[in-house]
């Protein structure tokens, strides 16, 4: 008696192999996609590349996401300067890049949607669920991505927490296709080398390949001016201009969004130094400003993946630390004076607050913090993201 | 496929996938799951249901443009129709602000059209070129090769 639904299933997904021939209706006919650019040589190579730039775009997120959100083990530290620009350059530009490849690789397999017979086997059943968290996780990366650099946001989710795993989700499912897959690469590579173009009078193979990777290069060229000084004056479709914002510099969150008034900045503004010192400080703006200045030319690199640079003024972490007494190999967590939101505060690690770039800026290019930047006072280290270089500074607490 | 390779790399990228969906989970509070798989699925819904549909319609009408200017004309429409796609978000302005005009500083319609302005220019040379080069190698050539290959008629799909 127990046995009779489990013969029942068992009978069904037969039936799910070995569908009746009359439902092949449609595109699901045989030679329905008539393109010789549903090609496997093609898709195989646009497979790679889309395997690479994923790739990319996966290790740089992961990093970004250790630097912000650091474990036990992970320790980021201050130098090179610019490497968490380069490599968060490195993560959107790929990203935009990689838009024209993912729509070429969805429209050269798309034949393969209405595949006949839909499933062969339980393996076959395995690798076509996969693809699902594939195609949407793509598309949700690419899109969720390109919206956040353009500070939209249509949904209700927070987007890093949101952004991150869904990359999990993305990568797993990678693994999964190219386990699928691998085996076929190599094969249609390795044969149809040199192979001459299939017959036809639209787009040849390489014509096909020769538009999504000049469509792929005119995206950067015409986008990663944002991060890349030489190409500037080029980033006509970027985001951001590094030249554009209050004192020619851009800002991501502005004093009025952050809930920061003059009340808060006014004359009784003091700089707190807390937590594990011997002597915990209070300074007024004038005090900060009779201390030793130092000056610094840094980036601010964003996670939106734009950078500027500019020469930063001010008083340098460690130089307070010493004077509150705090130990050598302390922490040290940056608190703003913005009340709420998931940036008020950021942490220094050891190396990072006695880097002597490190600062507490009062001066940007040589004039007085704007407000939106950060007056009276923000954090500027070396290779740290841009949310983690707190502005309107109110405390450095110890630990 | 590779049974073996393929069952190993399914576990593992589905332990990679579960790692995902419980981190998902833990951090509900930022996620919202049930929001963020609206988004995850939609994608590749609105992919599937239209966005492949039209392409396939203005590919059926490709069908119909003559030989030589076929090929560069559907490069063209591709590049051009990726790039506006691009763009879309930061044209409509979505993410401005009016406390912060350092975001979105750009004028992208006029970056827009000036990128396909030069997309259109580069087509245009591709589909002169191939038009010159099917007058040198005269029609005879031309039909010639058209019966080597059954005048196999590429209908765009």
Redesign the interface.
């Known amino acids: 008696m127990r046995r009779r639904p489990m013969v029942r299933m068992a009978r069904g997904v037969t039936r799910l192999f070995d569908p009746p021939a009359g439902a092949r209706i449609g595109p699901l006919k045989e030679g329905?996609?008539?393109?010789?650019l549903h090609d496997e040589r093609l898709s195989a190579q646009l497979g790679i590349a889309l395997g690479v730039t994923f790739t990319i775009c996966f290790v740089t997120g992961l990093l970004s996401h250790l630097i912000q959100y650091p474990p036990a083990w992970f320790t980021w530290p201050p130098r090179p300067a610019g490497l968490y620009r380069l490599s968060q350059g490195v993560h959107v530009a790929t990203g935009?890049a990689s838009?024209?490849l993912l729509?070429?690789k969805?429209?050269v397999v798309?034949p393969h949607?209405w595949t006949w017979p839909p499933v062969r086997n339980v393996?076959h059943l395995?690798?076509r669920i996969?693809l699902?968290?594939l195609?949407?996780?793509?598309?949700?990366l690419l899109?969720?991505g390109?919206?956040n650099i353009?500070?939209?946001y249509?949904?209700?989710?927070?987007f890093p927490?949101?952004h991150?795993?869904?990359?999990?989700?993305?990568?797993?499912?990678?693994?999964?296709?190219?386990?699928?897959?691998?085996?076929?690469t190599r094969r249609v590579l390795a044969r149809d080398r040199g192979r001459s173009e299939a017959?036809?009078?639209?787009?040849?193979r390489r014509?096909?390949l020769?538009?999504?990777g000049?469509?792929a290069g005119?995206?950067t060229l015409?986008t990663v001016g944002q991060t890349f000084r030489p190409l500037n004056r080029l980033?006509?479709?970027?985001?951001?201009?590094p030249d554009?914002?209050?004192q020619g510099?851009?800002?991501?969150?502005?004093a009025?969004?952050a809930k920061i008034t003059d009340d808060h900045v006014g004359p009784s503004y003091r700089l707190l130094v807390t937590g594990a010192v011997t002597t915990a400080l209070a300074l007024s703006l004038d005090d900060l400003r009779a201390l030793p200045q130092h000056e610094a030319t840094l980036p601010i690199a964003c996670v939106e993946g734009w950078s500027a640079e500019a020469s930063w003024r001010g008083v340098r972490v460690a130089e307070l630390l010493q004077r509150a007494g705090a130990a050598p190999d302390a922490d040290v967590t940056v608190e703003s004076l913005q009340a709420s939101g998931l940036y008020k505060a950021s942490a220094l690690n050891a190396l990072q607050a006695r880097d002597p770039d490190t600062l507490l800026a009062l001066e940007i290019n040589g004039e007085t913090l704007h407000i939106?930047h950060g007056y009276p006072v923000r954090l500027i280290g070396p290779n740290r993201p841009g949310v983690m270089q707190t502005k309107w500074v109110e405390k450095l607490v110890v630990s | 496929?590779?049974?073996r390779?393929?069952?190993?790399?399914?576990m593992?990228?589905?332990?990679?996938?579960?790692?995902?969906?419980l981190?998902?989970f833990h951090?509900s509070a930022?996620?919202?799951p049930g929001?963020?798989v609206k988004?995850?699925?939609?994608?590749?819904?609105?992919?599937?249901a239209v966005l492949?549909p039209v392409?396939f319609g203005v590919?059926l009408l490709?069908g119909r443009v003559p030989?030589p200017w076929?090929?560069s004309l559907?490069?063209g429409l591709?590049?051009a129709a990726?790039?506006t796609?691009?763009?879309y978000?930061?044209l409509r302005g979505?993410?401005r602000?009016s406390?912060?005009?350092?975001?979105?500083?750009?004028d992208?319609s006029?970056?827009?059209i000036?990128?396909l302005a030069?997309?259109a220019v580069v087509t245009a040379g591709f589909a002169a070129g191939a038009w010159w080069r099917g007058r040198k190698s005269g029609e005879v050539a031309g039909a010639a090769a058209a019966s080597l290959?059954?005048d196999?008629?590429?209908?765009?799909?």
Not at chain 2, 99 to 106: A, F, Y
């Open positions: 329905f996609f008539k393109s010789r935009i838009i024209p729509l070429a969805l429209w798309y949607f393996l395995i690798e996969s699902l968290p195609v949407g996780g793509s598309i949700f899109f969720s390109l919206a353009g500070l939209w249509p949904w209700r989710f927070f927490a949101g991150y795993s869904g990359a999990w989700i993305t990568i797993g499912a990678l693994i999964v296709h190219i386990g699928a897959k691998a085996t076929l017959p036809g009078d639209g787009l040849s014509g096909f020769g538009v999504v000049g469509t005119l995206l015409l980033a006509i479709l970027a985001p951001r201009r554009v914002g209050p510099f851009p800002v991501n969150k502005s009025a969004s939106d | 496929m590779n049974r390779v393929f069952i190993v790399m399914a593992l990228g589905w332990g990679v996938m579960a790692f995902g969906v981190g998902l951090n930022r996620t919202h929001e963020w988004w995850f699925l939609g994608g590749a819904l609105v992919h599937d492949a392409v590919a490709l030989r076929k090929a559907q490069g591709v590049a990726v790039v796609l691009t763009v978000p930061f979505y993410g602000r406390d912060n005009l350092s975001v979105l500083p750009n992208y006029s970056g827009l000036r990128t030069v997309i290959v059954g196999r008629r590429d209908e765009g799909l």
